[in-house]
């Protein structure tokens, strides 16, 4: 396969990854192509091998910036703007992971804290079964978001390692 066409395969098929991790696809394949690029790239840059406007390719870096995905580069005697990503495949994820515990698993907590204090005869069937459910399902948010912030504060090596053992 020509680099050409890898590289188009790998800015397709990590557009559609991104729509699993709470990113739209264009915004995948904008952080895609910043990814295997060697030099950071102007908005210009982005439209022309994207092939989308200039409005899109604006929203969608605002957003990975946001995302703390991708940063903006000053290039000496240079007036346009360049931008770049992280290389770093590990504080790639853990940035990601960061971000949808956040947007995602810190609000269905406070949600589920609210619900769990639901007024009513705690001895009620209707009322006993709900918060049931709403502490089952907290516990296992609350787990989860340890095990996030574990990972997100664990190195590497020290994650990798330890993932291995679980199915060893």
Known sequence: MKLSEARQQFISSWGAFGTHWGINRTMAQIHALLL?????????????????????????????????????????????????????????????????????LEPMLKLLDQLENVEGDKRDKNVKSFVDVISGIKKLGNQADKTLDTMIKAEETWFVGNLLKMFK
């Open 36 to 104: 295997i690029s060697p030099d950071p790239l102007t908005q210009d840059d982005i439209m022309e091998d994207l092939n989308i406007s200039r409005g899109n390719v604006n929203m969608n870096i605002r957003e990975l910036i946001n995302w703390g995905l991708i940063e903006r580069v000053l290039l000496p005697g240079e007036r346009k703007e360049y931008f770049t990503a992280e290389k770093d495949i590990w504080k790639v994820v853990k940035q990601i992971v960061k971000e949808r515990k956040k947007r995602e």
